[in-house]
Every structure is written in C-alpha cells, then in structure tokens.
Antibody, heavy 123, light 107 residues
Framework: VQLLESGGGLVQPGGSLRLSCAAS????????MRWVRQAPGKGLEWVSA????????YYADSVKGRFTISRDNSKNTLYLQMNSLRAEDTALYYC?????????????????WGQGTLVTVSS | EIVLTQSPATLSLSPGERATLSCRASQSVSSSLAWYQQKPGQAPRLLIY???NRATGIPARFSGSGSGTDFTLTISSLESEDFAVYYCQQRSNGPPTFGGGTKVEIK
C-alpha cells in the first residue's frame, strides 16, 4: 500500500497549484480519501475528503470555495486543486486513506498516509 | 466543531517508564477517537482507533481507553522508538478534528 504526493512548490499569494496523490497496492475506488495538512512546526488539520466514487466531496471551512478535491479512479490518483492561495495555506499536504470496516463502510480514521508535498505561499 | 485538547504538551520520560497521554473533547465523541504517532520528518501512523483498538502491527505496549469526552493513550514501557509526537483525532460530529499533540521526549 503506497500513497505518493506531488505537485507542491512555491507560489505567490493569489496563485494556484494542483496536488496529486498516486495510490498503489489497494483497490483505490473502494476507499474514501482525504487531504490533511500540517503547517511548519504545527499540528494536523483536515482539509478535504472525497468518497470512493467521487460523488461526495467535503471541505474544511478554511478552504471552502477555494480548493477542489477530485479523483480519477482509472488512474488511481487523487487531486487537490488549490486556488486563491494565502500565506496561511503554507503547509505540508498529506493524502490519507480512510479505513474501511470488513463490511466496506468508510471510517473516520486514516490507516495509510503519504509522505506529503510541501506548499509554500509567499511573495 | 469539536475541539480536542491534549495534555500535557510535553512529557519528559526515560526509556522503560510508563507514559500517560490525555485527550479531552469539548463534547462527547462516544468512542470515535483515534491516536496517531508522528516522528520527525515522517507521516503520522495510526496507533489506536475507536478509542481502544490497536491498529495492525502496533505493539501491545500501546493501549487506549476512554469514552465520551475523556481519553487516554498509555505506553506501558517506553522504548527508544516511541519518542515522538502523538495526536488524537475524532469524527463524531461535524468535520474531523485533531488535538494539538503531545510530544514525548527523552528525559
């Protein structure tokens, strides 16, 4: 089971970035996926979630209207489109897999994490 | 939004000692609480889910307890690889939230 994020970098305030998370080793479309971020030296903050089919999406208030989560199940890839970026969006962005019960129900906790991709918003 | 408060912020202990970490929720989360371990430069790792269930591959020295608003993560005898930051997380009502973390450092 592996999650590999990419797409981070330095961007000016107001700019855009698209993060990707390539998944392998599991049946990607069976799992809800999440983005979680961690500002430098700070704790963890849930950012966004998407159901296995992609039909349901959810956002933290801090990013609602600016970020869009999506997935391409044919490519086993999760995305986060980030627009109107602010300095406070500077963080390491992790993709994470929501655990499944034996019956296939998505859980609230995250049983697999990528290594993260760093987003820096600065002029 | 449910706020999780972890205490203490830092715990200074020696290898072999017992560590007791606390997580308090601003309202009941029933048993929908998980614990993660994060080492420097690494992603978080799931330790405990549903307050007291160890995740796959987690050693028995890690245990979780509690329900409602008060939860505890106990490490029965600290080993060198256990010195890290620990976070609790809930998703009982509203968005998922994390606690601010407890750093377990070598005394």
């Amino acid at each position: 089971v592996q999650l590999l994020e990419s797409g981070g970098g330095l961007v000016q305030p107001g700019g855009s970035l698209r993060l990707s998370c390539a998944a392998s080793g599991f049946t990607f479309n069976s799992y809800s996926m999440r983005w979680v971020r961690q500002a430098p030296g700070k704790g963890l903050e849930w950012v966004s979630a998407i159901t296995g089919s992609g039909g349901g999406t959810y956002y933290a208030d801090s990013v609602k209207g600016r970020f869009t989560i999506s997935r391409d199940n044919s490519k086993n890839t999760l995305y986060l489109q980030m627009n109107s970026l602010r300095a406070e969006d500077t963080a390491l962005y992790y993709c994470a897999r929501a655990a499944l019960t034996a019956s296939g129900s998505s859980q609230y906790y995250f049983d697999c994490w990528g290594q993260g991709t760093l987003v820096t918003v600065s002029s | 939004e449910i706020v999780l408060t972890q205490s203490p912020a830092t715990l200074s202990l020696s290898p072999g000692e017992r560590a007791t970490l606390s997580c308090r929720a601003s309202q009941s989360v029933s048993s929908s609480l998980a614990w993660y371990q994060q080492k420097p430069g690494q992603a978080p790792r799931l330790l405990i889910y549903d307050a007291s269930n160890r995740a796959t591959g987690i050693p028995a020295r890690f245990s979780g307890s509690g329900s409602g608003t008060d939860f505890t993560l106990t490490i029965s005898s600290l080993e060198s690889e256990d010195f890290a930051v620990y976070y609790c997380q809930q998703r009982s009502n509203g968005p998922p939230t994390f606690g601010g973390g407890t750093k377990v450092e070598i005394k």
